[in-house]
């Protein structure tokens, strides 16, 4: 019980200071990543300095990866709340993650067995499948499959994400949603699961995750139904 109280001040403490900076590092954030990518292209740069133009833009992006998934949940919004119906939005995601999912060599299969319907913000409905999918990808650097179920049960909606990724020990799956808990070094966040836990019990909905080492790991999201 301590421990998540502990873990529920620490979200407090960063979701405010995130509300705070978020806004206005991304703008110029986003200008220097243009500029140097025209400077990358340019003719006249040279090898060595488009090198390094190329180094400056991969670090500036993970500066703007931190950022977004700040701004996602910390963003002082208007509440776009609409009906969204799952599966659509799940292709959408899929879509946008198709680049990620080629390099990786990972399959996608889908079985949508109901055509529901969600209550929240599709943009935050993103950025949940968005962090699970991402997860997903990378806990499969040699390739794999990822499933995507979505069913209705108990007025319900599912939606299931399994991956046959390297899993996660007992100990990690708790620490899930920590923030800055990330076992992968240089290029994680940790904050990824933070956002997906905010998102999603704002949405009064709730996230079980399973998962074994070396075997693969299992999200399901469940909301309420409003279909
Ligand atoms: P990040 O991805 O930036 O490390 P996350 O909050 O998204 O941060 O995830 C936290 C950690 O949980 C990851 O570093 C990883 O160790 C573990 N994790 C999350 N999802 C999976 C998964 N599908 N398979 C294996 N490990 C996972
Ligand atoms: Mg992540």
Known sequence: LQLEAVKFEKMEIVSHLAASIS?????????????????????????????????????????????????TFAKPHIN?????????????????????TLKQNVDIDTFFQHEGSIKGDPHKFHQVLLNIFKNSIEAMPDGGILTIQTFENHAQIQIKITDTGYGMKPEHIARLGEPYFSLKGQKGTGLGMMVVYRIVESMKGTVTVTSEVDIGTSITLSFPSFS
């Open 80 to 100: 776009v709340e609409c009906l969204m119906n799952i599966d659509s939005e799940i292709k959408k995601c899929q879509d946008i993650l198709r680049p990620l």
């Open 23 to 71: 806004h206005e590092v991304r703008n110029p954030l986003t200008a220097v990543i243009g500029f140097l990518q025209l400077i990358g292209e340019n003719e006249r740069t040279n090898e060595k300095s488009k090198a390094y133009a190329m180094y400056a833009i991969e670090e500036a992006s993970r500066a703007s990866d931190i950022i977004n998934d700040y701004l």
